[in-house]
């Protein structure tokens, strides 16, 4: 959309409607919001509250779980996608709670992760995805993978690939399900490695510790 210079009231509400009352600056600029009116709107007190650098609210109080993940689209920009458990729960797949919203993003695209989003870069961006309304995510088997590249406990990798089977067929992703299946199965392999390796080293510690030949108290 062009920058207008006289606020366009009916192009806001749609927008707003659309996004779930989440904008982005450039979006409300867009619109014919002016800065000075922004300021205004995000005053202490106003109509507007900020959720993210450059990402508004037009409401007050605490943002939905879809509000958040819909302000990390705007702030990730064009293209993103969410992933990860976020992606997860939204194609009703049982994950741990997490604060955080992980979204894919092109690699050449420069921005940080900020607050409660994490930004992953790739050259791999899915061909399909997932929509729930205004809210975009990757196909479940994708969302495994990348789910399991984020977590630290094997115990975690493990009940979400067991997941794995259960997803229709339907959901699998672009034909590359093998593909990601045999990559979270190397993760997790990875990890049951490390950790066989801290618990043997540990183990020969111990052996070849010296052994204390003091006297036991009650003798």
């Not at 067929?169 to 066989?196: D, M, P, R």
């Amino acid at each position: 959309m062009a920058r207008t210079t006289r606020l366009d009231y009916d192009a806001l509400d749609r927008l707003l409607i659309q996004q779930l009352d989440v904008i982005s600056r450039r979006q409300a600029l867009a619109v014919g919001v002016s800065d000075n009116a922004l300021r205004h709107r995000l005053r202490p007190g106003g109509p507007w509250r900020g959720l993210l650098p450059g990402v508004y609210m037009a409401a007050t109080g605490a943002p939905t779980t879809l509000q958040q993940e819909m302000a990390a689209l705007l702030y990730a920009g064009s293209g993103s996608v969410i992933t990860g458990p976020a992606a997860l729960r939204s194609h009703h797949i049982r994950t741990e709670l997490t604060e955080f919203v992980d979204v894919l993003v092109p690699s050449t695209r420069q921005r940080r992760d900020t607050q409660f989003v994490r930004l992953h870069r790739t050259t791999r961006m899915p061909g399909r995805i997932w929509e729930a309304g205004p809210v975009q995510y990757v196909m479940p088997a994708r969302a495994v993978a990348d789910t399991v590249r984020t977590l630290t406990s094997l115990r975690e990798s493990n009940e979400v690939m067991l997941r794995i089977p259960n997803l229709p067929a339907y959901w699998l992703y672009e034909g590359n399900f093998e593909q990601i299946k045999s990559q979270s199965v190397k993760i997790i392999s990875s990890a049951a490695n490390s950790t066989a390796r801290v618990s043997s080293a540990s183990e020969k510690r111990s052996s070849n510790a010296p052994k204390d030949n003091s006297p036991d108290p009650d003798e």
